[in-house]
């Protein structure tokens, strides 16, 4: 978090027309993740006037973050010391499709783009938040509907050309704890929210979107049996991003989100970095 | 992109169950980087309407790009197929300090910030490109100076608070062919700029920065003994992006650089996606 000095410094030199004018948003100090990552909620720090507000809708990625029961958690291992070799630093594993990740096309799809060939500029998209938390609070089955997509059309006007269309489902404040973010029941199925097809399929037909995120580890509900708003939305061309955190603290329209997208070559998708700016 | 016959086929004979119990490695093989996605110099993306142009400053990481000796290349292992599993997905295993990645203070100092818990605020910053290059071109181990800063703010102004300050070397455009970019000579030693130690001093003493950039592995030029700019950087809370892509295609006033930093837990630095808007 900066000091209040040091923001001073910044509003008093930086140009707010250059940033504005580039990504719709501007500067915002943070609350620094704790050591875990796990169970606390980011709020924004209001900038000084002619800033606006960052948030952080991204996972710490660690060992202890749920993860889709095909794959494995992240491992991170030492490999360099300052006392031993004068620097620090780290060998990371992980498979694709743990933490706050994307999905790309080619994920489900034989001849779909792989991560690292998506445009950079579908990576900068209006951000719509779909909360649908007081249903999943209590149903976890619940999917987000067409209904839910036309209400808060009602609410914030027809979604924008090139939108990211995020579901909040509240799940990410069970982040700190595997088995309840899992839900499982007395026969191992997983519960948890998620797009249903025909949502998924509006978006791809009725509107214009760059891609789609979710609070959960699955754009489909976990108890679905087929990945049918997975292949509507990545056999369309689009893009997933899963284990979004913070959805609750970020405006349901009007902001903008930046989605550092892996670029490690053949990607079938991977960890990111995602702000939103509002 | 799909054709609708084949999202139906697929979604026919894709099942849920296939994905959970798909736990068996496939053959790992390992994914080449595309042709396309070395030594390539990407054009601006005209973003749609009420924005500007993006600019991808991240090369792609894949295992032929130059390494930092003490590191060893990505490695990309598929680990899931559509054929066999219902989906694609690969493993990737990567030391922190390869492809385009961040410093974070940790790597040289041992009470350093990680990466993980850098504020968010600090990766949207106003872009400096110090270019270099005329005088790379003729001497590999020369230094970004105090005097190409002096220069740069004649041009351009006082370097905006907050700055991001990037080192325009040439060398991106020697990415596809790592012995060139290496430049070792008879002897093994490395030759490739990076910021001289008064340089980095009066960054962090005289101006007020977020962190440098370098087109190289290492913010130090390759033939120096000592990492003396990490030190002076790094040692002042700052953190470096190094192997950055594309800047000479940046303006070197007036952008915005945004920094999609890794996330992962206690990460001395890490892959990083990083985008300029101007």
Redesign the interface.
């Known amino acids: 978090?900066?000091a209040p000095s040091?923001i001073e410094?910044?509003r008093?030199?930086?140009?707010r027309r250059?940033?504005l004018?580039?990504?719709?948003?501007?500067?915002?100090?943070?609350?620094?993740?704790p050591?875990?990552?796990l169970g606390q909620q980011q709020k924004p720090v209001r900038?000084a006037k002619g800033f606006r507000d960052?948030?952080?809708l991204?996972?710490?990625?660690?060992?202890k973050l749920p993860v889709?029961?095909?794959?494995k958690p992240?491992e991170?291992r030492q490999?360099?010391s300052?006392a031993k070799?004068?620097?620090?630093?780290?060998?990371?594993?992980?498979?694709?499709?743990t933490?706050?990740h994307m999905d790309a096309?080619?994920?489900?799809?034989?001849?779909?783009?792989t991560a690292?060939?998506l445009?950079?500029?579908r990576?900068?998209a209006p951000l719509a938040v779909v909360s649908i938390q007081s249903r999943a609070a209590r149903d976890a089955d619940t999917t987000l509907t067409v209904d839910d997509l036309l209400a808060w059309e009602k609410a914030h006007g027809r979604l924008p050309?090139?939108a990211f269309v995020a579901m909040h489902s509240g799940w990410d404040a069970r982040i700190g704890d595997a088995n309840r973010f899992l839900n499982r029941d007395a026969k191992g199925t997983m519960h948890a929210p998620g797009f249903s097809e025909e949502a998924a399929r509006f978006l791809v037909q009725q509107r214009d979107i760059v891609g789609a995120g979710v609070d959960t580890l699955s754009l489909?509900k976990a108890a679905?049996?087929?990945?049918?708003a997975h292949?509507?939305l990545l056999?369309?061309?689009k893009y997933a991003v899963e284990l979004l955190a913070n959805l609750a603290a970020v405006p349901p329209a009007g902001a903008m989100v930046?989605?550092?997208?892996?670029?490690?070559?053949?990607?079938?998708?991977?960890?990111?970095?995602?702000?939103a700016?509002a």
């Open positions: 978090m900066c040091i410094t910044v008093d030199n930086l140009s250059r940033f004018t580039a990504v719709g948003g501007s500067i915002a100090a943070t609350v620094a993740a050591a875990s990552g900038l960052v948030y952080d991204t996972h710490t990625f660690g060992p889709f029961p095909a794959f992240v991170i490999k360099f300052i070799d004068g620097f620090f630093a780290n060998e990371v594993t992980f498979d694709e499709h933490g706050t096309p080619v994920h489900f799809i034989a001849k779909g783009g690292d060939t445009p950079a500029d990576f900068f050309a090139g489909d679905a049996d087929k990945f049918v292949l509507a056999g369309a061309g930046i989605i550092g997208g892996p670029k490690h070559a053949g990607a079938s998708g991977g960890p990111v970095r995602v702000f700016v």
